[in-house]
Antibody, heavy 120, light 112 residues
C-alpha cells in the first residue's frame, strides 16, 4: 500500500522560501509508470496544481506557469522522497500543500497535507 | 488554461436518493487515445481529496459502485445512485489533458 507522509514548517516569513517534503512508502520515486504531483488549496484559489516530476529513463519536470519562476520540485532517490520549494513567498502562498501519486491519470494517493502560513 | 466549471455548487440530498453533478471544460478533454482525461475527487471535511473516477468513467480501486462517471468531450457527469451519509463532502472534477492541470470550483454535497 502506497503512503505519502508530508513534513514541513507551518509558518514562513514573507520573501523567504517555503519547503515541503513528501516521503514515499510502498513505491519508488523513480517508478516509471507514475508521476508525483504537488497541489495546493486555499479558500481564495481553490485547488491549484503546481507541478509534477516523473522518471522515464530520465527525469522530467513540469511546472504551472503561475509559479514557474519560483518553484523547484526535486526527487531524492536515496531517501525515496520528493521535495517542493517555493521561493520569495507572499501571503498569497498561504495554503494547504499536498503531494500526490498519479497512476493512469488519476491521483490515487495523497499526502495528509501541510498547512503553510506566510506571515511575519 | 482549460477552465473547469461545475453545477450545482451546492447540493442537499436525502439519504437513499440519487445525486448528479455536472462538470464542463472549456476545451475537449478527449485524447487521441480515446480516453477523456477527466477525474472526479471527493474531499471529506478535514481530509485530503480522494480519487473516485479517472479517465472519465473508470472507478478507482475501492470506490463503491454507486458512483459512476460519464460524458465525453466537454460535458461530464458524476452520479451517485443512492446517497449515504459518508458521501457528504465537496466533489471536484479535474482535467489532466493539458498542463496546467485544473480543477473545478467544487460541489458541496450535504445530507438533508
Amino acid at each position: 500500500q502506497v503512503q505519502l507522509q508530508q513534513s514541513g514548517p507551518g509558518l514562513v516569513k514573507p520573501s523567504q522560501t517555503l519547503s515541503v517534503t513528501c516521503a514515499i512508502s510502498g513505491d519508488s520515486v523513480s517508478s516509471n509508470d507514475v508521476t508525483w504531483d504537488w497541489i495546493r488549496q486555499s479558500p481564495s484559489r481553490g485547488l491549484e496544481w503546481l507541478g509534477r516530476i516523473y522518471y522515464r529513463s530520465r527525469w522530467y519536470i513540469d511546472y504551472a506557469q503561475s509559479v514557474k519562476s519560483r518553484i523547484t520540485i526535486n526527487p531524492d532517490t536515496s531517501k525515496n522522497h520528493l521535495s517542493l520549494q517555493l521561493i520569495s513567498v507572499t501571503p498569497e502562498d498561504t495554503a494547504v500543500y499536498y503531494c500526490a501519486r498519479t497512476y493512469s491519470h488519476g491521483m490515487g494517493v495523497w499526502g495528509q497535507g501541510t498547512t503553510v502560513t506566510v506571515s511575519s | 488554461d482549460i477552465v473547469m466549471t461545475q453545477s450545482p455548487l451546492s447540493l442537499p440530498v436525502t439519504p437513499g436518493e440519487p445525486a448528479s453533478i455536472s462538470c464542463r471544460s472549456s476545451q475537449s478533454l478527449l485524447h487521441s487515445d480515446g480516453y477523456n482525461y477527466l477525474g472526479w475527487y471527493l474531499q471529506k471535511p478535514g481530509q485530503s481529496p480522494q480519487l473516485l473516477i479517472y479517465l472519465g468513467s473508470h472507478r478507482a480501486s475501492g470506490v463503491p459502485d454507486r458512483f459512476s462517471g460519464s460524458g465525453s468531450g466537454t460535458d461530464f457527469t458524476l452520479k451517485i445512485s443512492r446517497l449515504v451519509a459518508e458521501d457528504a463532502g465537496v466533489y471536484y472534477c479535474m482535467q489532466v489533458l493539458q498542463i496546467p492541470f485544473t480543477f473545478g470550483p467544487g460541489t458541496k454535497v450535504d445530507i438533508k
